[in-house]
Each structure stands twice: as structure tokens, then as C-alpha cells.
């Protein structure tokens, strides 16, 4: 059994979000369709008329011009929100071709920069962020006080306007009900706990996502260190467990996470929930040891392919729940498949 101490066995991702507005049009929920338009092509020129490297390879994305499954499946990659894939207004994304990129247009404000890498990278997500917000800036001007910051439309983004967030796998937590305890701590420490698709969202496959409360009175860089350092702390605690209960029985520890991926590798019918949590099985298998045959990255993609919205793109037509789940399991048999 291999003990993990890598802490990008537990987080999955990292992510620094900015939010800003333009000071000579109201906030988008005040906007009318011509300012929200103008608004969109502002933000389109300035982007694409850029010179830095970062901003070469981007795709503008009109959300009126998309339908319903391929704004879910934005969401499932969590490179817009699900707010902005519910609106009305006039609205958009510009999405970089890797995918770590995306900068939401009139969501909940005029513009939400936001950058993802994998592993516990805030501080290189930060520098990007940074460096897109200064050339925005200096494109036009936003909306700030010398009081408060950065004026946003939700209070709690007043200020630097940054959310820095990890996404987590804590199964262990989860199955010992310590996740309890962890709730309660990051809460003491103006840090909040979601799902795996932020706000109003569960926590599928034990993946949680932990971010900052609020922006004003510190620094970015003050956020991005608690933010690192609380996670590191969850992080082993949750390897502190893992261990625990691999040491106190490991032949069910062993059992638990091998009957997952047997059922993963041969069901015919399977929800996404019940996908989700089998996986998250699996993940710990692998992160432990137990599981050598298929990858985090394999894994990784699978999770995104058998969502909702993603599998009904993959198998190129909508289709009836029922019959999702009998393409969910047909399509995690052939990948898992193709690993071994």
C-alpha cells in the first residue's frame, strides 16, 4: 500500500476567479440589452486586440448562439457558471483552447477572470489572472472605490474582487464523518465549502470546493496563502485518515475500493451519482496504491464524460435519461477497457 503524501493526490484542482465592472454602465442585473450588448463588444475587442501571449489562442462564445447542452457543458467543466448558463441577457464567454482560460461575460458582474490549473497551484493561477486584469485595465476603466476596492454586485466580492478556491477529494472524511468538523473549522475561518460545481451544488463523488468568504480587508496575496494553507492542513487530515483506516482493516479498506471498480468496469446501467461515488472510490485506490491499472488522468476524463450534458454531446444526439444511463455505463466499460 502506498501511503499518500502527495497533496495533489487529495486536490484536484486550483482556481483564482476576479470579478470587476466597467465604472460607465450599471451592473448587469440593472443593464438593458443594448448596454449589455455594448458591453460584450467591448469586452471582445479588448481581449482579442491584446498582445499577450496568454490571450493568443482564445474562442469567443456567444451564449445567446448556444443551446442548452452545450452551455451545461461548460458548466461541467466549470468554465462558466451556472448562473450564466441559466440568463437571459446579453451575454458571453472567451474560452483559451486549453481550456484554463475563461473570462465570463455578464454573469453576476461585467466580467469574472478566471484561471484553473490542476494540483495546488493558486499562485501561478494568480499571476495570470493578474496579468489579464492589468491589460483590461488599462483598456478601460472599472469601477472602484478608494474606500471599499473593487465595487462588485454581491458584497461579498467588494474589495479585491478575487475568489482563490481548491477542489477537493476527501472520501475519507466523508466516510467518518470528520467532513463535519472540517465544515464547521473552514466556516470559524471565513472560508466556505461547497459541491463540486460550486453554490447550491452537492458534493458527487466526495469532491468538495473550498474558497475564500470574502475579499475585502486583504490582500490577493494574503487570500491565496490561507487559502493554500487551510487546504494543505485538510489535505492531511484527510491522508491522516485514509491511513487510519487502511491500518485498522485493510482487507475491507482493499475490498470497498476493488468491488467499485468492478462494478464500474461490467454495470450496463449506471446514474451519474452512483457513477460519481464509484469513481471516487477509484481515485483512492489509485492515490493508495491499490489500483495500478488506470490512471488519475484517465479518470479525470471519464468523470467529465459521463456528465449529463457531456454524454449527450459525445453520443452526438439528446437522449432520455434512461437511456443516458445505459450509454454512462457502456462508455466507462470501454475506457476502463482501454487502460488495461
Sequence with gaps: ??????????????????ARNFNDYPFPFRMNNIQAKEVVDKV?????????????????????????????MLVEKHLISPDLAISNRNSAAII???????????????????????????????????KIDDMLDKKSNYAFSNNYGYLTCCPTNIGTGIRASVML??????????????????????????????????????????????????????????????????????????????????????????RSYGLLSNARVITTEESLNLISDVRLGIDMGIINDINIEKINQIMLLIQPASLQKFVGRQIATDERDIKRAELIREKIAICK
Design 96 to 130: 483559451s483552447r486549453d481550456e484554463k482560460i475563461s473570462i465570463m461575460v455578464n454573469e453576476e458582474d461585467h466580467l469574472r477572470i478566471q484561471v484553473i490549473h490542476q494540483g495546488i497551484k493558486l499562485n501561478d493561477a494568480l499571476e495570470i489572472c493578474n
Design 44 to 72: 471582445r475587442c479588448m481581449v482579442f486586440d491584446c498582445n499577450i501571449d496568454d490571450l493568443r489562442d482564445f474562442l469567443f462564445v456567444d451564449m445567446q448562439g448556444m443551446n442548452d447542452i452545450e452551455k451545461q
Design 1 to 18: 500500500m502506498k501511503a499518500d503524501n502527495d497533496i495533489n493526490g487529495v486536490i484536484i484542482s486550483s482556481r483564482i476567479r476576479l
Design 169 to 258: 477529494h476527501l472520501p475519507a472524511l466523508v466516510m467518518t464523518g470528520y467532513i463535519r468538523n472540517i465544515l464547521e473549522a473552514c466556516s470559524k475561518l471565513n472560508m466556505t465549502v461547497r459541491g463540486i460545481y460550486g453554490e447550491h451544488s452537492g458534493a458527487l463523488g466526495n469532491i468538495f470546493q473550498m474558497s475564500n468568504q470574502v475579499t475585502l480587508g486583504q490582500t490577493e496575496e494574503e487570500i491565496v496563502t490561507s487559502i493554500t494553507n487551510i487546504a494543505t492542513q485538510v489535505v492531511e487530515q484527510e491522508n491522516a485518515v485514509r491511513n487510519e483506516l487502511y491500518k485498522q482493516n485493510a482487507m475491507a479498506f482493499e475490498d470497498k475500493v476493488c
